[in-house]
């Protein structure tokens, strides 16, 4: 029983990934120490690089290079960092892991959060267009994107700050098209097919912890997080973007949701965590939900973010700066008040840069661990060996979690993403626990 067409559920556009946040140095035959570079091709959110960090030790460092397939997903990686370094003084971690997940697996949004998301995209507008040759946050660095992508970031964060001058987009129009784009003739029995994807896909596959409530919830609205009492109706302008279609042999750019309608944000924070307390069941039900796991881990990697601040705290206590904070301190935080994390920095790279890198001397046997997702795999080549460094590891996003496969595409894409590292002359990390979400592989002893 396939409860949609395959085309349409996962989306084209990759807005979260469809893996857990994994710890990348620690993946792989030996975990990496010191200073680390690593590269991400088509991640979709930040969820790697914030367990990644959490995962250092305090002499360690790590430079992450991020190329995205679009330059929305660029922004919205920038606004999701932006909000992971706003300091405690300005923001405390419960309100900002809140506001992080809304923004992150929300269509809709509460106005205090579009607020603060408004704020977020005037300054990283002025990043953009004022820092030309130096980053002006080491976390949000977009020197060595081109100008005219620069200029599409200015143009992006514009249309967040005054939504009135664009085309006004009403989400839950733009969410309803794709659903029932996506299930055609189901679609008068659409929560049957939700509860199907739920209970023999997600279920299934290990995800007993995802709410059936919240599940459909997302499915119907696309709202996934509602942790606070509030009104969600403003649209999530970092989940539009434009998509190409063919009318009457013209291309036209249509503005709207082309993101995932099917597996949901769950996924990057909130199907695995260490704290047992939150995987404890009561009368045959999980007594937490992804949603509290999701809270609980992003509390976590944002309090392993203050630890590694560089610069000096106010004698505020943690206490205080737990508390949530008055609007007017945020109206007044800059790209330069923002937390700046000992030895860590996040470069943003040209889209086409990938093949390019190899012919770049600073890139030769440079990155220590390569990360592909799952919708990039394709642009896996020999060139990875000319940047990969001698011991590198190569981790590849499997399609286990992309639920309009079935079984047989699914083993079909791990024996393609297999075919695909062999010919670039990589082979499995043999010693590794195979785990189906993600492919480890390291180069081949020449």
């Not at 975990?31 to 680390?36: D, P, Y």
């Not at 020197?143 to 200029?151: G, I, N, P, S, V």
């Not at 509290?292 to 505020?316: E, K, M, W, Y």
């Not at 030895?343 to 990360?371: C, E, R």
């Amino acid at each position: 029983m396939s409860a949609g067409r395959a085309s349409e559920g996962a989306g084209c556009i990759s807005w979260w990934g469809f893996s857990p946040a994994r710890d990348l140095l620690s993946t792989g035959p030996v975990r990496l120490e010191g200073e680390a570079n690593v590269l991400l091709i088509g991640a979709g959110d930040p969820r790697h690089i914030l367990k990644t960090v959490a995962g250092l030790q305090n002499n360690e460092s790590l430079h992450v290079w991020v190329i995205e397939n679009s330059m929305e997903e660029v922004a919205r990686q920038l606004l999701l960092l932006y909000l992971a370094l706003m300091p405690p003084e300005s923001m405390g971690n419960n309100e900002k892991t809140e506001v992080f997940l809304e923004v992150f697996g929300n269509s809709e949004i509460r106005s205090q959060t579009e607020e603060t998301l408004r704020l977020a995209a005037s300054q990283l507008s002025l990043c953009v267009t004022e820092t030309l040759e130096t980053a002006a946050h080491p976390c949000l660095n977009t020197t060595l994107l081109k100008f005219k992508e620069r200029d599409e970031l200015t143009r992006i964060f514009k249309s967040w700050i005054q939504p009135q001058t664009c085309a006004p987009i009403l989400m839950s129009k733009a969410w309803d098209y794709r659903v029932r784009q996506h299930l055609g003739t189901r679609y008068d029995s659409k929560k049957g097919c939700f509860d199907w994807d739920l209970t023999m896909k997600l279920y299934e596959k290990g995800c007993g912890i995802i709410n059936k409530q919240q599940y459909v919830r997302w499915r119907e609205r696309g709202l996934a997080f509602e942790m606070r009492e509030g009104v969600y109706q403003i649209t999530n302008p970092s989940l539009l973007s434009y998509r190409v279609f063919r009318q009457k042999g013209d291309k036209v750019a249509v503005r709207g949701y082309w993101g995932d309608i099917v597996s949901g944000p769950y996924l990057s924070f909130g199907i695995e965590t260490d704290d047992k307390d939150l995987l404890k069941t009561q009368n045959g039900q999980q007594t937490k939900t992804a949603q509290d796991i999701s809270f609980a881990n992003v509390h976590a990697l944002f309090q392993s973010l203050s630890s590694r601040r560089g610069c000096p705290t106010t004698s505020q206590s943690d206490a205080e700066a737990e508390e949530p904070s008055p609007q007017t301190d945020r109206k007044s935080v800059t790209i330069n008040d923002l937390m700046h994390l000992n030895g860590i920095s996040v470069t943003f790279l040209p889209m086409d840069s990938l093949h390019k890198l190899s012919q770049k001397q600073k890139y030769s046997h440079f990155f220590n661990t390569i990360y592909f997702s799952a919708s990039c795999v394709h642009q896996l080549g020999t060139t990875m060996r000319q940047i990969a460094a001698p011991d590198a590891v190569l981790v590849v996003e499997l399609a286990k979690y992309i639920l309009d496969l079935n079984k047989e595409q699914e083993a079909g894409f791990a024996e393609r993403v297999a075919s695909i590292a062999l010919e670039a002359e990589f082979e499995p990390w043999q010693e590794g626990r195979s785990d189906d979400v993600h492919a480890v592989f390291i180069p081949q002893k020449k």
